[in-house]
DNA sequence: TTTCTCTTTTTACATCTGTGATCTATTTAC
DNA sequence: GTAAATAGATCACAGATGTAAAAAGAGAAA
C-alpha cells in the first residue's frame, strides 16, 4: 500500500500546492494573494504554476463563471514521504539513525510530540535489527 | 556554526559525491568503474558530473600524470542536512514531530540506533514546548 | 454596447539537469 | 617509435524549472 508518488513537484510549485491543501478549494487569485505575502512573484508566475500542476493531474479543476475552482485529491504527506525517500536513497541504510537523532536534535518538538517519538521507538523494538544491513553499492560507502 | 550549504549538488552528482566520500581520494575512472554497478551511464557522462563538481568548487583536483585525484573538503552530512532542511521548509513545523515519527516507523534500525534515538529524545524533553508554534504563511496551513 | 478588468491561454527564455558524443593530449603496449 | 587505449576538455541537446510578458476571452461597469 506505500505507493510511490508517480508525480513530483517542485519547490515552486509546493508553494502553490501549500495554498490548495490548506484552503481545500480556492481560485488562481486566492492563491496569489496568499502567496505575495512570501515570494515576490509577478501574478502570471503563479498561474504558470497553476497550469503546470494541472497539467500534471496534481490539481483538479472546476468551472466556475470566467474563472476556475481548483482542488486536489493528492495528500500532502504523500508528497512529502516521496520526497523524503528520495533524500534517504542517498545514504547508507546504516546511517539512517543517526540522521533522525540529528533531525529529532534540531527541531522543536512539543512533549506530546515527544511522547508520541517514544511511544513508536518502543514499538520499533520488536522489529529492530542487531545490525542494520548496508544497502550500498561497493565503493560507494565504508561499510 | 550551522552554516547552511552553499553548493547544492544534484541526484546524479550526489551519485559521484558518494564515490568520493567513501574513497576519499579516487580518480575518474574509480568512480566510473564503482558507479558502473549501478547505473548504466556512458563514460562521458560520468565525466560531466565530475567535471561539475570541479566547478562548484565542491571536488578538489590534484594533477596526477596525466589523470586528476579527486577529492573534497566538504562532508555528506552536510549536504544531507540540507537537504532536509529544504524539505522541511515545505511543511509547517507543527507537522514536524508526526513525519519523524514516520520515518522511524519505516526504517530498519538496530537497538543501538533506538537506545540511541531515546537518549536523544530524553534529553529533548529539556527544550520541549507545550504548542510547537506554526511557522507558515498564513493561508498556506491550517494551524 | 463599448470599455475596463480580471482570468486564462500562449509564448518566452535563461538556467539547471541528465545524458552523452567528439576531439585532443597523453600513455602505454607492441 | 608508431598504434591503440586513456584521460581530460569542449560541445551538444532535450527536458525540467523559475520566472514572466503578451494575447485572448468573458464578465462588470459605464
Redesign the pocket.
Known amino acids: 500500500m506505500t505507493k510511490t508518488m508517480d508525480s ?6 509546493w508553494e502553490v500546492m501549500r495554498v490548495v491543501w490548506a484552503q481545500n478549494k480556492t ?3 486566492d492563491i ?1 494573494d496568499i502567496i505575495e505575502n512570501k ?7 503563479t ?6 500542476l ?1 497539467d500534471k493531474g496534481v490539481l483538479n479543476t472546476e468551472k466556475d ?4 475552482i ?1 482542488s486536489t485529491n493528492l495528500k500532502e504527506s504523500d508528497f512529502l514521504k516521496s520526497t523524503l525517500d528520495q533524500t534517504f536513497d542517498n545514504i547508507c541504510n546504516k546511517d539512517v539513525g543517526k540522521i533522525i537523532a540529528d533531525l529529532i536534535s534540531k527541531s522543536t518538538l512539543s512533549f506530546r510530540d515527544i511522547e508520541e517519538l517514544e511511544k513508536v521507538l518502543e514499538m520499533k523494538k520488536e522489529d529492530a535489527v542487531d545490525e542494520v544491513p548496508c544497502n550500498c553499492v561497493p565503493g560507494q560507502c565504508n561499510c
Chains 1, 2 share one sequence.
Open positions: 513530483n513537484i517542485t519547490d515552486s510549485e481560485t488562481s487569485k496569489r515570494k515576490n512573484w509577478k501574478p502570471a508566475t498561474k504558470t504554476l497553476i497550469g503546470r494541472v463563471g470566467n474563472k476556475y481548483y
